[in-house]
Each structure stands twice: as structure tokens, then as C-alpha cells.
């Protein structure tokens, strides 16, 4: 199953994208030269996807097959645009819930932390198109299918998306060590989006500055962080104690 989703070839990254694949990550020898890759560049900057440009060994480790410099990994699912989701909510009339994870990288955090959002009733997870980790055949299996169940939809920018969702009168929570105050003192029964940041650096400061609420877990024992995929089950269930 690891490698169902990846493609390599520039005539088939060019086509996957030709028919509206979402490509999930995408390998770009460095300097790759030649009409074709002249054509995929062309196209990749029409539909504003990112690349990362790679030395060649990078590419071999990738697949042992003629990849012509290119080597791709199609998403198994299809992304969901955020403003479409954040009304389609609203209209329902129940009260969003909406995770944002910021540059969260371990793929079986990523797919625990789907498992427990699908679980808790989270309408949709918000991640970053660059940095974060990739929704790769391992998610799936973390997941334990849950990826199939619960909108994820991929933005541009974190902070965008945290404007957006005030904008919406959705609340902004960012759990974080740095908080004052438990998680247990915010009200999580209006509007909510909670984020959760990346293993080791947690939330950038960029986006706690944009948060309207910091909170944090108690701790007692000597080892100060639970892992992010806990800290975001009990997060999430402390918003369903509040609303039941």
C-alpha cells in the first residue's frame, strides 16, 4: 500500500494534474531541463501548486523507476474548500467545531488526531498546503478509514483560514504551554476551532497572536508535554462535555 498513490514521469504528473488528481507532494529534480519540464512548470505555476526541487539521489530513493526527475504522491482523498465548508455548517445550524493543525509532521499523529476528530464530531481539519505532514497511505491506516468520513480542506496560509473563521464568528483556541488559563475555563458551546501545533515547536507565535483564547491541559508528573494526538482527544472531549 505505501506506494499506491505515487506517480513518477513528467507526461503523467502532467496528466494526473490535466485531470484534476490532487497531488498531495510533488518532486522536482533540481534544474530539470527540457520542453517538458518547461510544460509542467508552466502548468504548476497556472494552478499555484507547490514543489520541492530535489538532487537526483533524493528521487532514486524514491523509486527505482525511469522517474525523468519527477516523482509525485496523489492525495487518496479529495480536499475540501474551507468557505464552502465553514457555510455549509452554519446553515445546518449546529454549532461548528473546526481542528486546524499547524505544521503538524508525524503522518500517525495526523491520522490518530482524524480518528479522534471524526469520533468527536469535528465538521472538518484545517492544514497548511507547505510543511505540514502529508495525507499519505500511512494516515489512511491511522485513521483507521476516518479520513474517508471527516472534510479536510488545505489552505494557503494557517492565518488566512483563522481570519476567515472569525470573520465567520467562529472562536479561535490555540493549546498551547504558554496559556494562563485550562482548557477547562474557556467555553467551547459557542462557535470553536481549536489548534494544535507541530510535535516540536508546537503553535508559532504568529498564530497564538491571532488566537482569541489560550489554553492548556494540567499537568502533575515531571514530563512536561503529552503527545499532541493525546492533547488533542482530551481537547476535543472537553468540547463535547461542554455541549452535551
Known amino acids: ?128 498546503k507547505k510543511g505540514g505532514a502529508p495525507v499519505s497511505a500511512d494516515t489512511v491506516k491511522t485513521s483507521a478509514g476516518a479520513i474517508f468520513k471527516i472534510p479536510i480542506c488545505k489552505v494557503d496560509h494557517i492565518k488566512d483560514a483563522m481570519f476567515y473563521l472569525q470573520a465567520s464568528g467562529i472562536q479561535i483556541v490555540a493549546a498551547t504551554e504558554k496559556a494562563t488559563s485550562p482548557i477547562y475555563d474557556i467555553d467551547l458551546t459557542t462557535p470553536t476551532a481549536i489548534v494544535m501545533g507541530s510535535e516540536g515547536k508546537g503553535i508559532s507565535n504568529s498564530v497564538i497572536k491571532i488566537a482569541d483564547h489560550m489554553a492548556k491541559l494540567p499537568m502533575y508528573g515531571e514530563i512536561a508535554s503529552l503527545n499532541v494526538s493525546v492533547a488533542c482527544g482530551v481537547f476535543l472531549y472537553e468540547s463535547i462535555r461542554q455541549r452535551m
Open 1 to 128: 500500500m505505501k506506494n499506491e498513490s505515487q506517480i513518477f514521469g513528467i507526461r503523467a504528473v502532467i496528466e494526473a494534474i490535466n485531470s484534476g488528481k490532487t497531488i498531495d507532494k510533488l518532486f522536482i529534480q533540481k534544474g530539470l531541463q527540457g520542453e517538458l519540464a518547461k510544460e509542467l512548470m508552466s502548468l504548476l505555476k497556472k494552478e499555484n501548486l507547490n514543489f520541492s526541487s530535489v538532487p537526483i539521489e533524493k528521487l532514486n530513493r524514491l523509486t527505482r523507476k525511469n522517474h525523468q526527475g519527477v516523482v509525485a504522491h496523489i492525495a487518496p482523498i479529495e480536499f475540501q474548500d474551507l468557505e464552502n465548508l465553514v457555510l455549509q455548517v452554519i446553515e445546518s445550524g449546529k454549532t461548528p467545531l473546526f481542528l486546524i493543525l499547524d505544521q503538524l509532521s508525524d503522518v500517525r499523529n495526523f491520522g490518530a488526531i482524524i480518528r479522534t476528530a471524526e469520533c468527536t464530531g469535528v465538521h472538518g481539519i484545517i492544514i497548511q
